[in-house]
């Protein structure tokens, strides 16, 4: 009898890390050392403090059911920290997954909530939209992305929406004595016109079961925007303040519904508000806007704002980050320690505060000598340690263990997240290259060490990289040659179409288009040269 041997496979994941939308995070405000982070497409992380690193929480999903890939909200009990809720779900599903873990995210248990929710749809970069009644564990309240403001009083066996009028919210916070609701929306469901968003932000006093109009600045009109109005983005409460970031969708924004986030890279008119109270009510709010050099105005500014965050073992530490700010190319963190009253600038493009990257791809010699910093829509202080503060971006996550000094020395830590999207894999017949990876957003990677992450992706010789790469072709007869297809990224520094390299993907040069077709194939041709169009493919 023959008897053949089975082999045994190992497979893991090709390093690149980072690679997408981190979307948000919380910390556990009472016990120290929790954290986690959610993604747009990568499901939900864990800050594993004692290896420094990030653990998945949706290594058990398959194909058969995608919904917690997409998280749109995380929520923690200040009461009991080990549990940890998360709302995810897919669009065309009609209603969302309610995740509970009563481990710190080892294992779920698993409800519906009746409304849609997807952690890629537009509104995805702003938060909190979960949060745990502070006074009744069993109670939370939920602010969806296109069905209202919900409320659960049994840990998600039931819901009921909440009388506010507009579909589109984008925040909820709730007092400690549960009688005062804020909720922030997108101002759509009750728009003036197609032009004009209506009002953004609402309050209940007696515990949702009515909504009014929450003072807020009134809307500066710009001609060119699709969308004008100021919409809330995030918030913070110290416990004395709530402080709540506003936008407005920018001028080039292609979303205009739902387009209240960085989703399309283009926000305008930002604003920084922090509210205070009288006998346990809003009684109103002071403009603490921070300008370029970090002075306060209340003048229009050019971009938006994204993340906001106190500390409580440090009143008065106030952080917030620009959004989609585009001088320097880069993303601009502010602090304030005396509760917004004054502020300066932590970090600023490669100048201010110095930021270092330890993953090669995002080195300034290979994003066009620039910080590749943007979409930074969150910020977090460690509530014990007001040293170290996280934050977000289009492309992993940043920390710093030294925020309160005059160079906080910021770097990225994504080691664990792998949030990227895989279209095609190649494996050269010769050469030193073993893997051809062409991915989204990144353009691509070809791996000499599968062990380790690539020094860069694909990028021309000024060091601006391409974009989302459809496919390639390599030579069977000379595996240092290929060609691939590429978009041009989203400044305009490299055009999409065909890119192509000679030296195993070392380098790359940009194929001149055969535009003397004429016709619509050279007018598509042209199409595809511009920033975010999928260029085809090639063989």
Partial sequence: ????????????????????????????QTQPGILYARTDIGGTYRYEKDGECWESL???????????????????????PERLYIVSGITQNGYGVFSISEDYGQTFTYKKVPTVVHGNMPGRGTGYRLVVDKKDSNTLYFASQKGGLWKTSDRGDT????????????????????????????????????????????????????????????????????????????????????????????????????????????????????YYFEDGRIAGYDDITPDYSGRLTTEYVDHGFGGICSCKSKPGLLVCSTLCIEANCSETVYISEDYGNTWRVSLCGLEVGGIHFRTSYMLPKYNGNHSLLHWLSDVKIDPFNPNKLWFNSGTGVFTTDALL????????????????????????????????????????????DLDKPCDNSFDDENGNRYITCINADLSDANSDVAVITARGNWTGKTKGGLIRTVDGFKTFQRIPMPFNIGGKIAEQLHVIEKPNVNAGWVA
Avoid at 1 to 28: D, L, R, S, W
């Fill in 1 to 28: 009898m023959k008897v053949t041997k089975q082999i045994e496979y190992e497979y893991k994941n090709a390093p690149i890390p980072g690679g997408g939308y981190v979307t948000g995070f919380v910390y556990h």
């Fill in 58 to 80: 949706i290594k058990h999903v398959t194909q058969k059911d995608l919904s917690e890939t997409y998280p749109i909200a995380l929520a923690l009990d200040e009461k009991y």
């Fill in 159 to 274: 819901w009921e929406r909440l009388s506010l009028e507009e579909d589109y919210t984008t925040c909820v916070w709730v007092s400690d004595d549960s009688q005062t609701i804020v909720v922030g929306t997108a101002g759509y469901t009750t728009r003036v016109d197609d032009t004009l968003r209506r009002h953004s932000l609402y309050v209940s006093y007696d515990a949702g079961v009515s909504f009014e109009k929450l003072m807020m600045p009134e809307n500066v009109i710009v001609k060119d925007c699709k969308m004008n109005g100021l919409v809330a983005s995030r918030y913070d409460y110290d416990g004395k303040y709530l402080y709540v970031t506003m936008n407005v969708t920018g001028r080039y924004n292609y979303i205009v519904d739902m387009g209240y986030s960085c989703d399309t890279g283009d926000m305008i008119g930002g604003k920084v508000i922090r």
């Fill in 405 to 448: 000094s005059e160079n906080p020395a910021y770097h990225d830590w994504c080691d664990g997240i792998e949030e990227t999207v895989h279209l095609n894999v190649y494996a050269p017949l010769s050469g030193d290259v073993q893997l051809v990876d062409i991915v989204g957003d990144l353009g691509g990677f070809a791996f000499r």
